[in-house]
């Protein structure tokens, strides 16, 4: 009955909807074992989403060509299908109106997932934030939930690998993960 | 030659010199005009190079359109400028210049100014719900989500 819950008060915390109740609780069953397998899989094997936005896609396609090479830590598969992804690398610089394509990218993406945001631009908007200004998303996180930064303008492929590295330290560590 | 065309079809005639570097003539030409003068560059193998727009309602009450066309092969570039009120349209080009499409799209995106008999007028750099015109001197952008709203002064 949403009336009914409508007249309790919300104490801060509390789930407000059902969406936000399931990500508190997880699923219903746990089976620790089977999930720690299961995220060192994960973490072994990315499938980034094959889409660049700007400059920072530059470097992270040279990050995935052979003189850095992608493929030896295991995430250099780039999916051209949402669907077969599980890692968003916002590489550049977002215009607004590109956000409203990305957020239906993540959402065709399935769980779980992950976002790195890559670039000064995809942190807080970069260069191109001022007062005022009518053109991109300060911010990747106003869109996606990001799970690492990289600075840089752009960040060289080194410090893409190490982006990947610490997802992958973030994705074993589970609940547990600090930091 | 083209400037027999223009001619007749031309305001002013503000500068025109064949020695000079980047625009050999500027005119000024009524709003009225301009699909003929479109033909009339057409008609002599000019091309579209670039059309842009001054918000000029301070100073002169007027949107300032600026039309640019140019010859390859010869060293012509023309430099058209077209006043007209803030709430007038202006007549599309694109029947001549398919060129002038997106530019005319921009124009009105940025500015607001429409253009008669422009096959799909629509927004094309900001959002399709986006409200406003952000290169008017007078706008102030609404407060967005994808913004922080940061305080005058502040170090963006």
């Not at chain 1, 509390?14 to 720690?36: A, C, F, S, T, Y």
């Not at chain 1, 799970?147 to 752009?154: R, S, W």
Request: proline share 8%.
């Amino acid at each position: 009955m949403a009336s009914d819950s409508q007249d309790l008060p919300l104490v801060e915390g509390d789930p407000k909807n059902v969406e936000e109740m399931r990500e508190q609780i997880g699923p219903l069953i746990h089976l620790d074992v089977l999930e720690n397998l299961l995220n060192q899989a994960r973490s072994r094997s990315l499938w980034p989403l094959t889409f660049g936005l700007a400059c920072c896609a530059i470097e992270m396609m040279a990050a995935g060509a052979s003189r850095f090479d992608l493929d030896r830590i295991g995430a250099g598969v780039f999916r051209p299908s949402a669907r077969q992804a599980d890692v968003m690398i916002l590489a550049g610089t977002i215009s607004r109106k590109m956000a409203e394509p990305i957020k239906t990218l993540w959402d065709q993406m399935p769980s779980p997932k992950w976002a790195i945001a890559m670039g000064g631009c995809t942190i807080d908007g970069g260069p191109f934030k001022y007062p005022g200004q009518y053109a991109i998303v300060e911010g990747a996180d106003k869109i996606v939930p990001v799970d690492v930064y990289v600075p840089g303008c752009p960040p060289r492929p080194e410090a893409l690998f190490a982006a990947l590295f610490k997802l992958e330290e973030k994705i074993r560590a589970g609940k547990k993960f600090n930091g | 030659m083209i400037d027999d065309k223009l001619t007749p079809l031309i305001k002013d005639t503000i500068d025109v010199d064949d020695n000079a570097r980047g625009f050999h003539a500027h005119y000024t030409a009524l709003a009225n005009n301009l699909p003929q003068i479109a033909k009339a560059f057409h008609s002599e193998n000019y091309h579209l190079e670039m059309i842009t727009c001054q918000d000029r309602r301070e100073a002169d009450t007027v949107f300032r359109l600026v039309y640019q066309f140019n010859a390859l092969g010869k060293p012509q570039r023309h430099l058209i400028h077209v006043d007209i009120a803030p709430d007038a349209t202006a007549p599309s080009i694109t029947s001549t210049s398919p060129a002038a499409d997106w530019y005319e799209r921009e124009i009105y995106d940025m500015y607001g100014v429409s253009f008669d008999g422009h096959p799909d007028l629509k927004r094309i750099l900001m959002e399709e719900d986006y409200v406003g015109h952000p290169l008017l001197k007078d706008y102030v952008d609404p407060p967005s989500p994808y913004r922080e709203d940061s305080k005058e002064g502040e170090d963006g």
